[in-house]
């Protein structure tokens, strides 16, 4: 079994940063692309950015693409997203994710393996 748990959310004013963790447990992280998606109030859960399995390749939504950068370091098995110049549309829950897909441009939720708890980003204006 797989544990994804993510920290290093919080309240943060707009045009703030904030940079998340995930830690992941149970088994070879490097085994699994890494993805970022957040749920809003009301919203579906939506794709953030995605990382390869070497770190190498990185996707993003366009709503976060050159403020937002996800990265990964497998000997630590933790995956990171650095946000900066947050909005207050950003406000919402941020959850880590791991799959065996085998394109970092699949962003749809319903392949992936394993979820996190969520963490909550809130942004204030």
Request: one cysteine or more.
């Amino acid at each position: 079994q797989v544990r994804l748990v993510e920290s290093g959310g919080g309240l943060v004013q707009a045009g703030g940063s904030l940079r998340l963790s995930c830690v992941v447990s149970g088994r070879t992280g490097s085994s699994y692309i890494m993805r970022w998606f957040r749920q809003a109030p009301g919203k579906e859960r939506e794709f953030v950015a995605a990382v390869s399995r070497s770190g190498i390749n990185t996707y993003y939504a366009e709503s976060v693409k050159d403020r937002f950068t996800i990265s990964r370091e497998n000997a630590k098995n933790t995956v990171y997203l650095q946000m900066n110049s947050l909005k207050p549309e950003d406000t919402a829950v941020y959850y880590c994710a791991a799959d065996t897909r085998p394109s970092i441009y699949s962003t749809g939720a319903a392949g992936i393996d394993y979820w996190g708890q969520g963490t909550q980003v809130t942004v204030s204006s």
